[in-house]
């Protein structure tokens, strides 16, 4: 699919092109402290707070920028945006859910997640497609980050949401990010099975009946 409308590039980078499951990106977080909903609903909302804003600044000064400097400016202004989602997340959400991630968010302004938007395609891109893009990649790696947090609390507490379950199983390997790195395998190897199948069933048939 082209990314020549909103729509188009909202869809293919929120599944068909996911930016975690096809390209890596955006590992450190789902594999160090994506172990319960809440920090991954968190990092997802900081996620989304960074890159929207940093997708328009791409399209306007992207190519006005030397490309040595892009990265370093790209990351400057995510550790910006990232403070204020920080101050956000301590005053006015949980001051427990921030200290849990504290750590991790000065490191999210380096995420791949967010250089990777340097490319020429998406320097190319007009304004309201661009942010679409940026909002189905941070869709899409909210909705990777989500399922893989909530499997992983299920396994390690018995809870989602901090809501117990009502089993007495506990699986607490599941905090260490090999478990991450398994799951997100699986999970990349269904997104591939449904492109398989999506493409098997929109293509078209060849030939008449006879």
Same mark, same amino acid.
């Given at each position: 699919?082209?990314?020549?409308?909103?729509?188009?590039?909202?869809w293919?980078?929120?599944?068909?092109?996911?930016?975690?499951?096809?390209?890596a990106?955006?590992?450190?977080?789902?594999?160090a402290?994506?172990t319960?909903?809440?920090n991954g609903?968190?990092?997802s909302?900081?996620?989304?707070a960074?890159?929207?804003?940093?997708?328009?600044?791409?399209?306007?000064f992207g190519?006005k920028?030397?490309?040595?400097?892009r990265?370093a400016?790209?990351a400057l202004?995510?550790? *910006?945006?990232l403070?204020?989602?920080?101050?956000?997340l301590?005053?006015?959400?949980?001051p427990e859910?921030?200290?849990?991630?504290?750590?991790?968010?000065?490191?999210?302004?380096?995420?791949?997640?967010?250089?990777?938007?340097?490319?020429?395609?998406?320097?190319s891109?007009?304004?309201? *497609?661009?942010?679409?893009?940026?909002?189905?990649?941070?869709?899409?790696?909210a909705? *990777?980050?989500?399922?893989?947090s909530?499997?992983r609390?299920?396994?390690?507490?018995?809870?989602?949401?901090?809501?117990?379950?009502?089993?007495?199983?506990?699986?607490?390997?599941?905090?260490?990010p090999f478990?991450?790195?398994?799951?997100l395998?699986?999970m990349?190897?269904?997104?591939?099975?449904?492109?398989?199948?999506?493409a098997?069933?929109?293509?078209?048939?060849?030939?008449?009946?006879?």
């Amino acid at each position: 699919m082209k990314k020549n409308t909103p729509f188009a590039a909202f869809w293919d980078a929120f599944l068909p092109n996911n930016v975690v499951l096809l390209q890596a990106a955006g590992l450190c977080p789902i594999l160090a402290v994506g172990t319960t909903l809440q920090n991954g609903v968190a990092l997802s909302a900081c996620t989304a707070a960074v890159m929207l804003p940093l997708s328009l600044f791409v399209t306007f000064f992207g190519n006005k920028l030397a490309q040595w400097l892009r990265p370093a400016l790209y990351a400057l202004l995510a550790s *910006v945006l990232l403070l204020g989602t920080a101050f956000a997340l301590h005053f006015t959400v949980s001051p427990e859910l921030y200290a849990a991630l504290y750590i991790f968010l000065p490191l999210m302004a380096v995420n791949t997640l967010f250089t990777y938007r340097t490319t020429p395609l998406h320097l190319s891109m007009p304004p309201l *497609v661009s942010l679409a893009d940026a909002f189905g990649s941070a869709l899409g790696f909210a909705l *990777v980050l989500c399922i893989s947090s909530a499997l992983r609390e299920m396994a390690i507490y018995g809870t989602v949401w901090n809501i117990p379950l009502g089993y007495e199983a506990r699986f607490p390997e599941a905090a260490h990010p090999f478990i991450g790195f398994l799951l997100l395998g699986f999970m990349s190897a269904a997104l591939q099975w449904f492109k398989k199948l999506l493409a098997r069933n929109t293509a078209p048939k060849g030939g008449a009946d006879l």
